[in-house]
């Protein structure tokens, strides 16, 4: 039997290999379906990825980080530094496309590291198979259609590697990156990219106490996105997460399941509302942390997802926000939704 979720001390960990032999497939199912709708975060193990592909990602990464950039998250600084990547787009070109269409295109490749495009393109790749996969699963375990949510998918998938400083001793800091809940996509896919020992991602469980999500070999850990969360009627909750910094330089490496950008907040809260009518929902816990999550999409005052995409990106990093996007940059700024 599955653990009680009132305050859960330990993260699932489901073996996405049950699913290839019938008589395992109905327990997959039945955990998969209290991981994502009773904890909101869970390991996933024999997941197809190969080896070599995340090997190559992870030796590549030390090369990539030489400062500190800026970003904040609940109004304070975040000490990490990180380089976004997506699934590799041409731009759009039509004059009168909606301004979030400017979060689609091409990447920005480094030239200093040439060998860095292949292998981001091959783990981009390997990841969109995973969550595509993945997402089955997930539509079964909720009772639905294998294919109920491949309609709400986008064209293009995110990556971010991410770099933790070791914070020196006596510094005071001690955000790596606060709480939140993952406003990019459907579902993430976190690798952690670091030696066992390293710790730093916390989870807030049911009961409003922090767990640490250590580093399991072999797995990467998936938690529900908001978008996913508006879609499920919050049957499946989004769980507030954050990484403290520690004296451990820490290495971080999420993939996030694209959501299709003009996806509206009503085609979101109605499409399944009839099916999650009759479900429990998870029993959180709203703290003062909880109060103070930033969720514009699902708080409804964006039509679209990628509007409300395009005010996270900039009220995440404001400098470029102000630069490319001066005409609406004062409006996401200040809106306190």
Known sequence: MPPSAENFEEIPVIDLSQADDPASRPRLLDDLRFAITQVGFLYVKNHRVPPDVIKSLLEVLPKLFDSVGSETTAAKAD???????????????????????????????????????????????????????????????????????????????RLKLVHYPAAPPDSG????????????????????????????????????????????????????????????????????????????????????????????????TESFREHFSNWSKKNGHMSDVGRTIDSPFLQGKYDTWGESQLRTKIRSHRVNGQKFYPKVYHKYIKDDV
């Not at 539509?139 to 709400?152: E, I, K, R, T």
């Not at 807030?204 to 998936?222: I, K, M, Q, S």
Request: overall charge negative.
């Open 79 to 157: 000490q990490r530094e990180q380089i976004e990547f997506a699934t590799e787009l041409t731009a759009v070109s039509a004059p009168h496309a909606p301004l979030c269409e400017s979060l689609r295109g091409p990447n920005q490749w480094p030239s200093e590291i040439p060998e860095l495009r292949p292998i981001v393109e091959a783990y981009i790749t390997e990841l969109t198979l995973l969550g595509e996969r993945f997402l089955s699963l997930v539509a079964q375990a909720l009772d639905l259609p294998s294919d109920a949510f491949d309609p709400f998918l986008s064209d293009q998938n």
């Open 173 to 268: 800091i001690t955000q790596g990156v606060g709480p939140h809940t993952d406003s990019s996509g459907w579902w993430t896919f976190l690798l952690q990219a670091s030696e066992e020992h390293v710790k730093g991602l916390q989870v807030l469980n049911n009961a409003g106490d922090w767990d640490y999500v250590p580093v399991l070999p072999d797995t990467f850990v998936v938690n529900v996105g908001q978008a996913f969360e508006v879609l499920t009627s919050g049957i499946c909750k989004a769980t507030i997460h954050r990484v403290l910094s520690t004296r451990d330089e820490r290495f971080s490496i999420p993939f996030f399941q694209g959501v299709r950008r003009d996806l509206t907040k009503r085609e979101a």
